[in-house]
């Protein structure tokens, strides 16, 4: 039930946003505004004329941030995995030799 909900209120916002665009206004043009899409790589609105033209979209800046941030996550885990390896075995006896 809630997630019909939030899909029907997700539509209608997606409906309203193609008509009445306030966050793409048209450069140069006084109180005229387009509809925006959002775009996946990189992430972030695409405003468009109502021709379909595109005249604004996310810089690649956000692109290199998310790499970044992605790259520094890995190491963190890494680093991570790595010291509880080594806390583990640290923990382990040792097994003996018998000769």
């Not at 405003?47 to 941030?69: E, K, N, T, Y």
């Amino acid at each position: 039930m809630f997630l019909s909900v939030i899909y029907l209120v997700t539509a209608f916002d997606k409906q309203t946003n193609a008509e009445y665009d306030l966050s793409c206004p048209l450069p140069g043009q006084d109180s005229q505004f387009g509809y925006s899409t959002w775009q996946s790589w990189p992430p972030g609105q695409v405003c468009h004329q109502a021709d379909g033209s595109v005249f604004s979209r996310p810089g690649l800046q956000r692109a290199g941030g998310i790499v970044i941030a992605a790259g520094g996550l890995i190491v963190f885990l890494a680093a991570g995995t790595v010291a509880v390896q080594r806390r583990v075995s640290e923990q382990q006896p040792a097994a003996s030799v018998d000769a």
